[in-house]
């Protein structure tokens, strides 16, 4: 019991992590940084599940689960399940920026559009230098 | 008739080329300042716009109608001497009455952003002067803080120059109501609706919003402010 207790901790902690993640700001240098370590952590228990198969196994058992497999299963789903996000998150950020940017071409080019289909306008009204401070 | 020269229309537009050549000229009747935000349409939305007296900003790619009304506004606001915005749809099932209703109230300063809402009965009986004070009361008092709005998606809205500045709509498809009824509920500004027609026309209806969009609209809301910046 106490061992089945282990994994579920585990894999509880990782959805709790996924969740204060997603919740908030993601893009922080020192974010970034735990992302790094967890890649490189990645790669050496890469590293010894395929010199040493048997070590998942016995991992897998001190933590309460049947088969290495399984284990290996688990830690997908939540590997999946940050990967989504990581996504997710850059997609939107990159939204966000993509809308600014469009934003700023077409305000301009609307100036210039206007000004030159509306020159009665432009002399009546002369654009005030405000919005070149702000 | 009120000088309507400190009121700008902003109208978002994507593939309406069919009709928007028409309904701006319509409204340009009463509004002379409109400013159609062309969000990248793939027909000839932007000729037919450029045939009117309308101002035309366009948006290089399409970016959703969220993203089409805050560089409408955006626009607009930079106008000398603009002091009132309409956000106004492009398919024509919106009026101009009722544009001008909803600007009256701004200038008579009993309320920053006016809504229009659908679901509100109109009550002919009832003077309008009466029916309006009546419900701006019962929306700017503080009891109810809450607002209660029947219609949070509606185009059809109202804002004066301090609520204008005050958007910052980061939906860019079509979660942006909610995320301006949301805003709006968040601060202090006074919130009021009013009813307005809507034109259901063969083309708006095509047009309008399905139910599964309906499904997006509350995913999107949902995660909203989850994304960093």
Redesign the interface.
Known sequence: MTKSLLIQVVLLLGAAGLLVMFIKRWDAVHTRAWKRIAFFLFIVANAFAVLFPSLVTDVAHFLGVGRGTDLVLYLLVLAVGFLALNTYMRFRSLERKLTDLARTVALRDAEFLNERRFPAEAGIAPRTPEKASS | MPDYGNTWLVVPVYNEGRVIAEVVEQALKTFPNIVC?NDGSTDDSVEQI?GTGA???????N?GQG?AL??GL??AL?Q??AEFFVTFDADGQHQTQDAEAMVGLLRDDVADVVLGSRFIEKTEQVPVLKRVVLRTAAAVSPTARRLKLTDSHNGLRALNRAAAQRMRI?M?GMAHASEIVSMLARSSLRVTEIPVDILYTDYSRAKGQSLLNGVNILFDIS?RE????
Request: no cysteine; charged share 10%; glycine share 12%.
């Open positions: 935000v450029l101002h035309l900003v366009r948006h290089p790619i970016l993203a805050q560089t955006a626009y930079a000398p001497g980061t860019n995660l989850r994304g960093g910046r």
